[in-house]
Nanobody, 125 residues
Framework: VQLVESGGGLVQAGGSLRLSCAAS????????MAWFRQAPGKERELVAS????????YYSDSVKGRFTCSRDNAKNTVYLQMNSLKPEDTAVYYC???????????????????WGQGTQVTVSS
């Protein structure tokens, strides 16, 4: 399984970015996907997770109302639309997926078996 993130960059506070994660190596549509982030000196934290058909989406409290996670199973891609960005959103953002297919929306990093290389998001004040 390969996950390749794109779309990171430098943006001013209040701005927007859209991250993409392209998956390959196995059928995409039956697996939960997630976005995590890790800032320097901090633990990796869940940003959002989305069920196989997009019917269930979980957001962390820190991004709820500002970020939107979606997926296009026809394109094997999951997205993270980030609006109203804040300096505290600065981190490396990772895409992840589970080893087994299912309908659960998992909230911990240990539930995800495959990870992308990450994309840097920097929000300036």
């Amino acid at each position: 399984v390969q996950l390749v993130e794109s779309g990171g960059g430098l943006v001013q506070a209040g701005g927007s970015l859209r991250l993409s994660c392209a998956a390959s190596g196995r059928p995409f549509s039956t697996y939960t996907m997630a976005w995590f982030r890790q800032a320097p000196g901090k633990e990796r934290e869940l940003v959002a997770s989305i069920s196989w058909n997009g019917g269930r989406v979980y957001y962390s409290d820190s991004v709820k109302g500002r970020f939107t996670c979606s997926r296009d199973n026809a394109k094997n891609t999951v997205y993270l639309q980030m609006n109203s960005l804040k300096p505290e959103d600065t981190a490396v953002y990772y895409c992840a997926t589970t080893m087994f297919s299912g309908v659960e929306v998992f909230k911990t990093a240990g539930e995800y078996a495959y990870w992308g290389q990450g994309t840097q998001v920097t929000v300036s004040s």
